[in-house]
């Protein structure tokens, strides 16, 4: 977590990983071309580190060697505070 200072405000910004693929299995791809893995909430899955994702797939009787089509990517948020 990166923390900055600036006339009294507060940005901090937090690094978290998703999984996302380019395609769909039906062959019809989304608006942005990305299909985001999502928890059961409906929120995007999101992991502390790129090896806490690999290992969620893994577990999960993913190849990620087979499927070229899943990526793993940084996500950065900030927040605004006092």
């Given at each position: 977590m990166t923390t900055?200072?600036?006339k009294q405000k507060i940005r901090i910004t937090m690094k978290t990983w998703i999984i996302k693929r380019?395609?769909?299995d039906d062959g019809v791809v989304g608006l942005n071309g990305d299909q985001y893995l999502l928890d059961n909430e409906?929120?995007?899955m999101k992991f502390q580190d790129k090896q806490e994702a690999v290992s969620f797939l893994t577990d999960n009787g993913?190849?990620?060697t087979a499927d070229e089509g899943?990526?793993?990517?940084?996500?950065f948020s900030s927040k605004l505070g006092e």
């Open positions: 900055y200072n600036h380019d395609y769909t409906g929120e995007v993913i190849d990620l899943i990526s793993i990517c940084q996500q």
